[in-house]
C-alpha cells in the first residue's frame, strides 16, 4: 500500500528539547513537504524538498529544521528555538516541483509541548 | 507574495442543499487552484482542482469556477450529503518555478441529516 506515513501520531515534549517527526514516503515521488496546521489559519509552509540533498524555507521555518538524505524520508525537526511549537504538522510529497501534481499527504503528527 | 482568502469559515446547510465556498488570491500569476478535504482526523486530500486556462470543471457533485480577472474561484457542492462534512482548504500555487501552495484559512462545512 502506497503512501505517506508519518510517526509517531501524537508527541509529548517538555519545553526546551528539540523533537523530531519522522516522515516517509513509499510513493517515489521527488518533492517533499512540511506543513503546519493551526485552528483558523490552514496550512502553512515549514520546508520543502525537491529533491534528495536538497531543501528550502517555506514561509515559516524559523525554529524548525530539516534533512533529505534520502528520497523516502524527510524528517521535520522542532527545536527549542520555535516559540510556539504546539501544532498540528502534516508531511506531502508531490511526484515533481514544477508541475501541476497534486501534494499527497500524511496522516499527520500532533505535537504537544508543555 | 501570494495571499489567499477563504469564506465563509463555517457553512451549515440541510441535507440536498447546495455549498458554495469562495477564495480570492491575489497574485494574478498564479496558475493552478486545488481544494483539498479534510474529514475529522483524517489527512488532506485532493478532491478537484482547475487551472488558468479553464473557468469551470465538474466533477459529479463537485464543481469549481474560476474568474481570472477577478481573481476568485469557487467550489460548487450540490445535493449535499452528511458524509460531505468536513472542513475544505482553496489553494493557489505561488509563482516561482516550483509546486509552492498557499492554502487559505479552511471552512468548515456541517451538513445536517
Known amino acids: 500500500d502506497g503512501g505517506i506515513t508519518q510517526s509517531p501520531k501524537y508527541l509529548f515534549r517538555k519545553e526546551g528539547q528539540n523533537v523530531t517527526l519522522s516522515c516517509e514516503q513509499n510513493?517515489?515521488?521527488?518533492?517533499m513537504y512540511w506543513y503546519r496546521q493551526d485552528p483558523g489559519q490552514g496550512l502553512r509552509l515549514i520546508y520543502y524538498?525537491?529533491?534528495?540533498?536538497?531543501?528550502q524555507k517555506g514561509d515559516i521555518a524559523e525554529g524548525y529544521s530539516v534533512s533529505r538524505e534520502k528520497k523516502e524520508s524527510f524528517p521535520l525537526t522542532v527545536t527549542s528555538a520555535q516559540k510556539n511549537p504546539t501544532a498540528f504538522y502534516l508531511c506531502?510529497?508531490?511526484?515533481?516541483?514544477?508541475?501541476?501534481?497534486?501534494?499527497?499527504f500524511g496522516n499527520g503528527t500532533r505535537l504537544t509541548v508543555t | 507574495g501570494e495571499n489567499v482568502e477563504q469564506h465563509p469559515s463555517t457553512l451549515s446547510v440541510q441535507e440536498g442543499d447546495s455549498a458554495v465556498i469562495k477564495c480570492t488570491y491575489s497574485?494574478?500569476?498564479?496558475?493552478?487552484f486545488p481544494w483539498y478535504k479534510q474529514e475529522l482526523g483524517k489527512r488532506p486530500q485532493l478532491i478537484i482542482d482547475i487551472r488558468s486556462n479553464v473557468g469551470e470543471k465538474k466533477d459529479q457533485r463537485i464543481a469549481v469556477t474560476l474568474n481570472k480577472t477577478a481573481k476568485h474561484f469557487s467550489l460548487h457542492i450540490t445535493e449535499t450529503q452528511p458524509e460531505d462534512s468536513a472542513v475544505y482548504f482553496c489553494a493557489a500555487r505561488a509563482t516561482g518555478g516550483y509546486n509552492k501552495l498557499i492554502f487559505g484559512a479552511g471552512t468548515r462545512l456541517a451538513v445536517h441529516p
Open positions: 497574485d494574478s500569476a498564479s496558475n493552478y
Open positions: 524538498s525537491q529533491i534528495v540533498n536538497d531543501f
Open positions: 506531502a510529497s508531490s511526484i515533481r516541483t514544477g508541475l501541476d501534481s497534486p501534494l499527497h
Open positions: 510513493l517515489n515521488h521527488d518533492a
